[in-house]
């Protein structure tokens, strides 16, 4: 069992930048395929930014690509979203996700495919 924990989330003004952590705990989660999910009020949880355990590839959604990135170090046993050039749109409650299968090059972006969720940090973008 792992326990991810976000922080970092806020209010900022459009143009502006935050950057979300996700700390795990509980067993290793140096191989886990980790994802950022977001959430915005009545619409259905979806996919923004995935790393490899490694850390060796990742992607991104394209309303964000060009404007996040997300890293990890495992030894920290974190992982970070940075999200710059803000958009009122990216408004929403960010998830932090853990996939446990261990896939070196795969990395999966429905939720369905996730095993751990972290309880979610608010980013509210003012225009």
């Known amino acids: 069992q792992a326990q991810l924990v976000e922080s970092g989330g806020g209010l900022v003004q459009a143009g502006g930048s935050l950057t979300l952590s996700c700390a795990a705990s509980?067993?290793?989660?140096?191989?886990?395929?980790m994802a950022w999910f977001r959430q915005a009020p009545g619409n259905e949880r979806e996919f923004v930014a995935g790393?490899?355990?490694?850390?060796?590839?990742?992607i991104l959604s394209d309303s964000v690509k060009g404007r996040f990135a997300i890293s990890r170090d495992n030894p920290k046993n974190t992982v970070w979203l940075r999200m710059g050039s803000l958009k009122p749109e990216d408004t929403a409650i960010y998830f932090c996700a853990a996939d446990n299968r261990r896939s070196v090059l795969y990395i999966p972006s429905t939720t369905t495919e996730y095993t751990y969720w972290g309880q979610g940090t608010q980013v509210t973008v003012s225009s």
């Open positions: 790393i490899t355990w490694s850390g060796g590839r990742t």
């Open positions: 509980g067993r290793t989660s140096e191989r886990y395929t």
